[in-house]
C-alpha cells in the first residue's frame, strides 16, 4: 500500500474532480466518504466484518436506529461515522444523530461527523460513553497536507490503528483547536472581555463603556499590524533567501509578483484577504477562501471559482475600493480609507459567504 501522505494527496484530488458534482447525501458517500475509509484508512468497505453500513443502534425506545457506517475492529463497532452531503457546514449544527448513536453503542471510542471533504472527529473523553460536544480533530481535504495532521490520520488506519495512542493526544488536540477558533473569533470581532483584558495591562484609567469601544477598535487595528509585520518578516527571508542578500529586495509593499504578467499581489491585499477570512470564519470552511490576483482587481474567492468572490479589491496607489455583492449579487464598490475598514462591512461580507455556500 502507498504512504498515507500520497493517499491523502490523491484523496484531496478525488475532491478537487468530483465535490462540485455532487447533489446528495448518497453521491457524497458514495464519491468520497467511502474511498476515504478504503483508500486513505484501508479498511475493506465491500466486507460487512470492518465496515458496515446502516450499522443499527438501538436508542432508548427507539429501535432500528441506524448510523451511516461502523468501522469494525476485533469484531466490535469502534468508530461510528454520520454523513452529509458535499456542502453541508459541519460547524453550523452539532452532530446529534451522532451522538445519539455513539451514547448507545457502548464500545464506540470514536465518531467521526463527515461531509466528504470535512471529517470532525469526535470522542469520550470527558465522559465515558458519552461523545464530547468538541470535535478533538479536523481534517479538510482541501488544505495543504500537514506533516501533523497526517499522523493523527495514520493512527486512524487498518494497519496502524491505536485506540491508547489517539486518545493520549486527543485532548491536547482538541483544546488547541478550540484555542484556535477562539482566536480566530476575536480577531474578526474583538469582544468586551478581551477589551478589558488588554485594558488592564495597558490602562490604567476607569473602564468606561466608551473606552472599551475604543480599545475594541484598537485591538483590531493591532490584530492589522500583526499580521503585517508577520508577512512583511516571511517576505523578507523569502527573498533573502532568493537574492542572497536583503538589500537587494524590491519595495516592502510589493508582496508577491509573477514574472509571466507582471502582477504584483501587496502587503494590503494580502492583509484584506486574512482579514476577510477571518471574517467569514464560522459560516465557511477557512480553506475555502482563496486569494486570485489581476492586473486590474484582487478577488477573494470561495472555492477558487471567480463567479463565486466573496469580495473584490482594487487597492491602486493609495486609492482603496472594497467590491461587495448587493442583494442582487451586483458589485457595489466602496471606498475605504485602508484594509482595516473592511470590518465595518463584516456582515456585508458574512452575507456574501452565505449565498455562495
Same mark, same amino acid.
Given at each position: 500500500m502507498t504512504d498515507i501522505t500520497d493517499r491523502l494527496r490523491a484523496m484531496s484530488q478525488r475532491v478537487d474532480d468530483q465535490a462540485e458534482h455532487i447533489? *446528495?447525501?448518497?453521491g457524497t458517500k458514495q464519491a468520497l466518504i467511502v474511498p476515504f475509509m478504503q483508500t486513505v484508512l484501508g479498511f475493506d468497505t465491500t466486507n460487512v466484518q470492518e465496515v458496515r453500513p446502516e450499522f443499527t443502534a438501538d436508542i432508548g425506545t427507539k429501535k432500528g436506529e441506524k448510523v451511516d457506517y461502523a468501522i469494525i475492529i476485533d469484531g466490535k463497532p469502534l468508530i461510528l461515522i454520520e454523513a452529509k452531503k458535499v456542502g453541508v457546514v459541519l460547524e453550523a449544527e452539532q452532530p446529534n444523530q451522532l451522538l445519539r448513536y455513539f451514547n448507545a453503542v457502548n464500545t464506540a471510542r470514536f465518531g467521526i461527523y463527515t461531509n466528504g471533504i470535512h471529517y470532525l472527529f469526535y470522542s469520550d473523553l470527558e465522559q465515558p460513553n458519552v461523545m464530547d460536544?468538541?470535535? /478533538? /480533530?479536523?481534517?479538510?481535504? *482541501?488544505?495543504?497536507?500537514d506533516p501533523l495532521k497526517i499522523n493523527e490520520i495514520r493512527k486512524f488506519t487498518k494497519a496502524e490503528f491505536d485506540s491508547d495512542s489517539i486518545r493520549a493526544s486527543a485532548n491536547r488536540l482538541k483544546y488547541t483547536q478550540a484555542i484556535k477558533n477562539e482566536l480566530e473569533r476575536e480577531m474578526s470581532a474583538p469582544s468586551e472581555d478581551l477589551a478589558k483584558l488588554f485594558m488592564g495591562r495597558v490602562y490604567p484609567g476607569a473602564r468606561t463603556a466608551r473606552r472599551v469601544e475604543e480599545f475594541i477598535e484598537y485591538i483590531s487595528a493591532a490584530w492589522n499590524q500583526l499580521i503585517a509585520d508577520a508577512v512583511r518578516e516571511k517576505l523578507t527571508a523569502a527573498l533573502a533567501r532568493t537574492n542572497g542578500t536583503i538589500e537587494e529586495q524590491p519595495p516592502q509593499d510589493h508582496a508577491e509578483e509573477s514574472e509571466e504578467d507582471g502582477i504584483v499581489t501587496t502587503e494590503d491585499e494580502l492583509i484584506a484577504y486574512y482579514i476577510v477570512k477571518a471574517i467569514v470564519h464560522g459560516v465557511v470552511e477557512q480553506?475555502?477562501? *482563496?486569494?486570485?490576483d489581476q492586473k486590474t482587481v484582487c478577488l477573494i474567492l470561495?472555492?477558487?471559482n471567480r463567479l463565486k468572490w466573496i469580495t473584490r479589491l482594487y487597492f491602486n496607489g493609495n486609492r482603496y475600493r472594497l467590491g461587495l455583492r448587493d442583494d442582487d449579487d451586483q458589485e457595489k464598490r466602496i471606498d475605504i480609507d485602508s484594509p482595516n475598514d473592511i470590518y465595518d462591512f463584516a456582515d456585508d461580507i458574512r452575507n456574501s459567504a452565505g449565498r455562495l455556500v
Open positions: 447533489r *446528495t447525501e448518497e460536544q468538541r470535535p /478533538f /480533530f479536523e481534517l479538510d481535504l *482541501t488544505d495543504t497536507i480553506s475555502r477562501v *482563496t486569494l486570485r470561495l472555492d477558487d
